[in-house]
């Protein structure tokens, strides 16, 4: 249980955290930088939350069904959408990094 279910949620807040603060630092720090850093963060959240559903997938069924799920484009809109669900556990953390990266500026003040 804690393997399928607690380890991904903390994966996910993991990089709900670290990817925001890592783009932060490669875009202007502007309003226009803010939003940007934040539709790139979540976009990569995105991917990476349909990527850790995908390694979650291959331990409980390693198997040659999955290989072919993963190869099928049905397979992969599914994980998309998983990734897209998992925007709940994910967003809000988010959002709270995003708009506190303005504290963080050194150059432009807020």
């Not at 069904?65 to 994980?79: E, K, N, P, T, V």
Request: charged residues 10%; contains cysteine; glycine residues 8%.
């Amino acid at each position: 249980m804690i393997l399928h279910v607690a380890l991904p949620i903390l994966l996910i807040l993991g990089c709900a955290i670290g990817i925001p603060r890592l783009i932060e630092r490669l875009v202007p720090e502007t309003i226009p930088g803010l939003a940007l850093g934040a539709v790139l963060s979540a976009g990569a959240l995105w991917m990476i939350s349909a990527a850790i559903f995908a390694g979650v997938y291959s331990l409980q069924a390693p198997s040659s069904q999955m290989i072919a799920l993963l190869g099928r484009s049905d397979g992969i809109w599914h994980l998309l959408n998983l990734g897209a669900k998992a925007a709940l556990i994910w967003a809000p953390v988010l959002a709270l990094v995003v708009t506190t990266a303005p504290r963080r500026w050194k150059t432009a003040v807020w």
